[in-house]
């Protein structure tokens, strides 16, 4: 079975603190996208990256792909309150159309 | 900007009903999925279909569930004898391919509540 660990679970920071959320695992992703959910809605998309090494910055968060392919980080600078949510990692093989999804990071900004 | 949508947001039903959960994918898109998530679990895939075929479904889309593209826009899940361990937000997501590279875009869910 696939897995994708993400880490931590949990986590509880004062705004304007910088944070990063991973996600790893032993196995080899074509693509691994990051998705946010709010609580009774569905995820939303937050990027996709694709090419071993890749970073991609959206305003605040940057995301990184690994260069072997197998784990992604998020990275938050100066956390507002606007970023708390569930940030989920899913990733995708090539050998099929499911998605494998990580557990989630809770993350709550304090003001 | 195009979306996925999904009907109802929310269904109560009793143990042994049947339950049809309503998806509209987005327009261009020719691919479609289902997945579950269990109150506090992982999400979980459990079908995706194309060309009006399930292409691969998972351990949990046993015969209890079907799938069907009715018209040119709706996509529903059908539960035909649900359970109470069936209780889960069900999302319904689409993509223009199959390419591992490409997005799967998820609409709102329907939370599913068995009593």
């Known amino acids: 079975t696939q897995l994708l660990e993400q880490s931590p679970q949990f986590l509880s920071i004062q705004e304007g603190e910088n944070l990063t959320v991973y996600c790893n695992s032993s196995?080899?992703?074509?693509?691994l996208q990051w998705y946010r959910q709010e609580p009774g809605e569905g995820p939303v998309l937050l990027v996709t990256v694709v090419t071993g090494g890749e970073v991609k910055k959206l305003k605040r968060l940057t995301f990184q792909f690994g260069d072997a392919r197998k784990d992604s980080s998020l990275h938050i600078t100066a956390a507002q309150p606007g970023d708390t949510g569930l940030y989920l990692c899913a990733g995708a093989r090539d050998s099929n159309y499911q998605l494998i999804w990580g557990a989630g990071t809770k993350l709550i900004i304090k003001p | 900007e195009p979306e996925v949508t999904q009907t109802p947001s929310h269904q109560v039903t009793q143990m042994g009903q049947e339950v049809i959960l309503r998806c509209v994918p987005i327009?261009?898109?020719?691919?479609f999925y289902w997945y579950r998530q269990i109150l506090g679990q992982k999400v979980e895939f459990l079908v995706s279909?194309?060309?009006?075929?399930?292409?691969?479904k998972s351990e949990i889309f046993d015969d209890q569930f079907s799938v069907e593209r009715p018209d040119g826009s709706n996509f529903t899940l059908k539960i035909r004898s649900t359970k109470l361990e069936d209780s889960a937000m069900y999302f319904c997501?689409?993509?223009?391919?199959?390419?591992?590279?490409?997005?799967?875009?998820f609409g709102p869910g329907t939370r599913l509540t068995v009593l």
């Open positions: 997501a689409s993509s223009e391919t199959t390419l591992s590279t490409d997005t799967q875009y």
């Open positions: 196995s080899v992703f074509s693509s």
């Open positions: 279909f194309y060309n009006n075929e399930i292409s691969e």
């Open positions: 327009s261009n898109h020719l691919y």
